[in-house]
């Protein structure tokens, strides 16, 4: 594989930007890694795999204080933004735990075509806008009102998610917007569960690459492309959150309905 440093700039944009959207960031640096790099398929699914790291710890830069608050209600300093929060981190992640495991199972032998889950997952949003729009208003809640009820939701659709086709992101903000929750807390409340998520799947995933393919790539264009994805993955989801908070529900629907079907017409 010969690549230069556009190259691996591109692919820390391409995950800074589609971590964060309906749209499977691992897939769109797959087949820039074939077709523009000339890698070969375990390899670039190998980089896909490594890139997921650089969005996580740009996730853990953005809601940082987020996690702090969290950590500091587990280690006896609670108040009850944290308690609530770390509660939702903790049940969400170990719901989706329990809902991988069997899940996994099915993988082997799962055969439905992507693009009809694209074209399911851009419906639900669109479902989500007429309803939030018709009726006025799903809802407007808050992490302050965090029930168990949230997270097992959250924790159930984040599992599902490991189904080939399924966006993780997708799913938790259809979950948080149907429960009611404001367009910028169903963000930043999906992301919030999804980076400890999103870090325990890549490395269960990279020990089973790592056992069993040889790969050959470049030390300094990964460095690049991760620096790339973490700076571009913090600016993209900070203006993510900060527009949604302008947004009502129907609106920000709409616009990730019109993400991922453009996705699907595309695949």
Not at 2 to 18: K, L, N, T
Not at 159 to 177: C, K, M
């Amino acid at each position: 594989m010969v690549a230069s440093i556009i190259d691996w700039i591109i692919v820390g944009a391409i995950q800074g930007i589609m971590e964060w959207l309906p749209i499977s960031s691992k897939t769109a640096i797959m087949l820039y890694a074939v077709r523009a790099m000339g890698s070969d398929l375990p390899t670039a699914y190998f980089i896909a795999l490594l890139m997921q790291g650089s969005t996580a710890l740009a996730g853990i830069l953005f809601l940082k204080n987020d996690y702090l608050l969290s950590a500091r209600a587990v280690l006896g300093n609670r108040t009850e933004e944290g308690v609530r929060k770390a509660k939702f981190i903790v049940i969400s992640l170990a719901v989706t735990g329990l809902v991988v495991l069997p899940l996994m199972l099915l993988i082997k032998n799962w055969t439905v075509d992507v693009a009809t889950l694209l074209y399911l997952t851009s419906l639900a949003f669109l479902v989500v806008a007429g309803v939030d729009h018709y009726r006025k208003g799903l809802g407007d809640r808050v992490a302050a009102g965090l029930t168990t009820l949230d997270s097992v939701v959250v924790g159930g659709l984040q599992g599902i998610a490991v189904l080939p086709g399924f966006s993780r992101s997708a799913s938790t903000t259809l979950g948080l917007l149907f429960r009611g929750f404001r367009t910028d807390e169903s963000l930043r409340l999906s992301f919030l569960t999804g980076v400890p998520a999103t870090i325990g799947a890549t490395l269960i995933s990279l020990v089973g690459v790592f056992s069993g393919v040889p790969f050959s790539v470049e030390i300094q264009g990964i460095l690049v492309a991760w620096v790339t994805g973490i700076v571009v993955g913090f600016l993209c989801v900070r203006t993510l959150v900060n527009l949604s908070a302008k947004m009502r529900v129907w609106q920000l629907s709409l616009i990730m309905g019109v993400i991922t079907l453009s996705s699907a017409l595309l695949s």
